[in-house]
Nanobody, 127 residues
């Protein structure tokens, strides 16, 4: 199993940048494909971005393409979400998630493909 802990959330203004971190413990982060999801008040949890175990391929929701970047440092067991040009509609709780290596197929974009979740980090973007 792996435990995930997010950090780096906060209150920023529109146009600002913020970087979230997701620290993994209990098992090497390199064993897992990793993703970020978010959930705004009154809305369903939605896919933001994901990356493969090695970080060689990444996937993004259209709404964040060109503004957000996912990266990982497997030596530090940490995955990052760099968020630039933030908008008020990016306001949400952001969750880090890990997909078990036992899965033979994944789209990377569906929450039920992820087996472990962090507690979430609040990101609030004011206009």
């Amino acid at each position: 199993q792996v435990k995930l802990v997010e950090s780096g959330g906060g209150l920023v203004q529109a146009g600002d940048s913020l970087r979230l971190s997701c620290a993994a413990s209990g098992r090497a982060a390199s064993d897992y494909a990793m993703g970020w999801f978010r959930q705004a008040p009154g809305k369903d949890r939605e896919f933001v971005t994901a990356t493969t175990r090695t970080g060689d391929t990444s996937y993004y929701a259209d709404s964040v393409m060109g503004r957000f970047t996912i990266s990982r440092d497997n030596a530090k067991n940490t995955v990052y979400l760099q968020m630039n040009s933030l908008k008020p509609e990016d306001t949400a709780v952001y969750f880090c998630a890990a997909s078990s290596p036992s899965r033979l197929y994944r789209t990377y974009r569906t929450s039920n493909e992820y087996d472990y979740w962090g507690q979430g980090a609040q990101v609030t973007v004011s206009s």
